[in-house]
Nanobody, 127 residues
Framework: QVQLVESGGGLVQAGGSLRLTCAAS????????MGWFRQTPGKEREFVAG????????SYTDSVKDRFTISRDNTKNTVFLQMNSLKPEDTAVYYC????????????????????WGQGTQVTVSS
């Protein structure tokens, strides 16, 4: 089982930036496709971004395209989410997740496709 720990969340003004980090332990993270999801109270967990095992291919939900960038460093067992031009509607708890599925990354947008999850990190964007 993959153990994932997110960090880097916090409070930022609209237009600002944050970089989230997801550190894995116990496994070789390069064996997993990785994703970032977010969730607000009363709503389902929402796909934000995904990256293939190699890091060469990424996918994003439309609302974050051109603002967020997902990347990974398999040598450090780490995945990142660079968030720029943040908006109040980006406020949520952000989770990283690992998937053993081999389907195209653009199809891995359901939380059910991911079997391991971190504990989440809060991102709050003030207006």
């Amino acid at each position: 089982q993959v153990q994932l720990v997110e960090s880097g969340g916090g409070l930022v003004q609209a237009g600002g930036s944050l970089r989230l980090t997801c550190a894995a332990s116990g496994v070789t993270l390069g064996s997993y496709a990785m994703g970032w999801f977010r969730q607000t109270p009363g709503k389902e967990r929402e796909f934000v971004a995904g990256v293939t095992r190699s890091g060469y291919t990424t996918s994003y939900t439309d609302s974050v395209k051109d603002r967020f960038t997902i990347s990974r460093d398999n040598t450090k067992n780490t995945v990142f989410l660079q968030m720029n031009s943040l908006k109040p509607e980006d406020t949520a708890v952000y989770y990283c997740a690992a998937s053993v599925r081999t389907a195209p990354i653009s199809t891995l947008t359901s939380s059910k496709a991911f079997s391991s999850w971190g504990q989440g990190t809060q991102v709050t964007v003030s207006s």
